[in-house]
């Protein structure tokens, strides 16, 4: 399998919207659930959005239920986050990963293959 690649994160204000892309054409076709997680400095890593092969199951984080969508093209060659209404706290490396969530909180995760993550600062 290739590599993951994220793409998308940068800086913006509280209450502002991104879209966080991952190259992930085999792994789509390959993986039973592709996963957004994310790290913020000091803290844990917390899983934020999973989706399950086929596109049509998903499921979220707590923290991010109702303001972040997963979601993958209808080529199922990229894996997307939307992050809308963004919160200082959302800050974090986000990292997207080939990987099902075994257990939300504790975060329990399958092995598989990250993504070198990228960086989201959200200013107040």
């Known amino acids: 399998l290739g590599a993951l690649v994220e793409s998308g994160g940068g800086p913006v204000q509280a209450g502002g919207s991104l879209r966080l892309s991952c190259a992930a054409s085999e792994y789509i076709h390959n993986s039973s659930c592709m996963t957004w997680l994310r790290q913020a400095p000091g803290k844990e890593r917390e899983g934020v959005a999973t989706?399950?092969?086929?596109?049509?199951?998903?499921n979220y984080g707590d923290s991010v239920k109702g303001r972040f969508t997963i979601s993958q093209d209808n080529d199922k060659t990229t894996l997307y986050l939307d992050m809308n209404n963004l919160k200082p706290e959302d800050t974090a490396v986000y990292y997207c990963a080939a990987v099902c969530v075994g257990s939300w909180n504790p975060l329990v995760v399958t092995e598989g293959d990250w993504g070198q993550g990228t960086q989201v600062t959200v200013s107040s």
């Open positions: 989706i399950y092969r086929g596109g049509e199951a998903t």
